[in-house]
């Protein structure tokens, strides 16, 4: 069974603490995505990556960066949590071979900016 | 940005009855994918189809795409409890880049 994991379901950090998200694939998916959720914003995302140590940004990156050293591993780093940065966090993959690149989801990470 | 819309936003049923959202899209797009959100979890692959076909059929699920009006709709038929969710289109721009764009998602409630 294909599986996205994510490190944590629920998260709460302090305002200004660094804080690491962990995403990891077992289905040796080229490609991997981090999106935040917001109510009646949709998914918007924030980094990509179509490879190792590749990453492009999405469309809202500021605050954030992300590390892949593995193919299998792809990590959201804030680097100075702000409350704004409260939300559902969501880490996906697709695989380069497939066509329509259909995106498997892990099953987030909701992260609390106090 | 380039994201989506979907209409309408929230949308309450009784179970036996079809559910129908739409999504409209603002780019040219090589295909359009359905997702399904049960709350608080991740998403999950439903349906796509390509922007040269029309219509798809899946089990209860049924989409159709208009790429000159750049819309999509989905229509559920025999609505189940278990189908409260939320719905999300997806649309893979025909720029080179294998990313998708998701609309905003819409919410329906299937009262048994």
């Known amino acids: 069974d294909v599986k996205v994991t994510q490190s944590s379901r629920y998260l709460v950090k302090r305002t200004g603490e660094k804080v690491f998200l962990e995403c990891v694939q077992d289905m040796d998916h080229e490609n991997m995505f981090w999106y935040r959720q917001d109510p009646g914003l949709g998914l918007r995302l924030i980094y990509f990556?179509?490879?190792?140590?590749?990453?492009e940004k999405g469309d809202i990156p500021e605050g954030y960066s992300v590390s892949r050293e593995k193919k299998e591993r792809f990590s959201l780093i804030l680097e100075s949590a702000s409350t704004n940065q409260t939300s559902m966090y969501l880490c996906a993959s697709s695989s380069r071979l497939t066509s329509g690149y259909e995106q498997y989801f892990g099953p987030g990470t909701r992260l609390t900016v106090t | 940005s380039q994201q989506g819309e979907e209409d309408p936003q929230a949308l309450s049923i009784q179970e036996g009855e079809n559910a129908t959202m739409n999504c409209s899209y603002k780019t040219s797009i090589n295909n359009l994918q359905w997702y399904r959100q049960n709350s608080g979890r991740g998403l999950v692959h439903l349906i796509l189809?390509?922007?040269?076909?029309r219509e798809k059929h899946s089990g209860r699920l049924r989409v159709t795409l208009d790429t000159s009006k750049k819309s999509s709709s989905l229509l559920i038929t025999a609505s189940r409890a278990a189908d409260t969710a939320s719905y999300f289109c997806?649309?893979?721009?025909?720029?080179?880049?294998?990313?998708?764009?998701f609309g905003t998602g819409t919410r329906l409630l299937v009262s048994p």
């Open positions: 189809i390509r922007s040269n076909e």
């Open positions: 990556s179509y490879d190792v140590k590749m990453k």
């Open positions: 997806a649309t893979e721009p025909n720029t080179g880049f294998q990313k998708l764009v």
